[in-house]
């Protein structure tokens, strides 16, 4: 069973920045692609970004600018670095990791940014 392991999250004022880590137990070549989602109070989780095993990357259009996801493979782990945090980046943030049809997940980090 794969495991993830997210970490970084706390609470920050408006226009801070956070640096999130996602540790994989696995070569994070094994798989497919990895990502970033979030889940906000009262709603549905949604996609952050992504970045595939060839390195190409994609992001949620109103987040590119501020958020850059990024990895380091020796490590086995990605990252998500956010910039001028707002309140309404509030949410869980999961660390994912796809296989073939087969989804894993992180645990969730909390990120709470005040006005």
């Known amino acids: 069973q794969e495991k993830l392991v997210e970490s970084g999250g706390g609470l920050v004022q408006a226009g801070g920045s956070l640096r999130l880590s996602c540790a994989a137990s696995?070569?994070?070549?094994?798989?497919?692609?990895m990502g970033w989602y979030r889940q906000a109070p009262g709603k549905q989780r949604e996609l952050v970004a992504t970045?595939?095993?060839?390195?190409?990357?994609n992001y949620v259009d109103y987040l590119a600018g501020r958020f850059t996801i990024s990895r380091d493979v020796a490590m086995n782990t990605i990252f998500l670095q956010m910039n001028n945090l707002k309140p309404e980046d509030t949410a869980v943030y999961y660390c994912?990791?796809?296989?073939?049809?087969?989804?894993?997940w992180g645990q969730g980090t909390q990120v709470t940014v005040s006005s």
């Open positions: 994912n990791a796809k296989v073939l049809r087969t989804d894993y």
């Open positions: 970045i595939n095993l060839g390195g190409s990357i």
């Open positions: 696995e070569n994070i070549l094994f798989f497919n692609s």
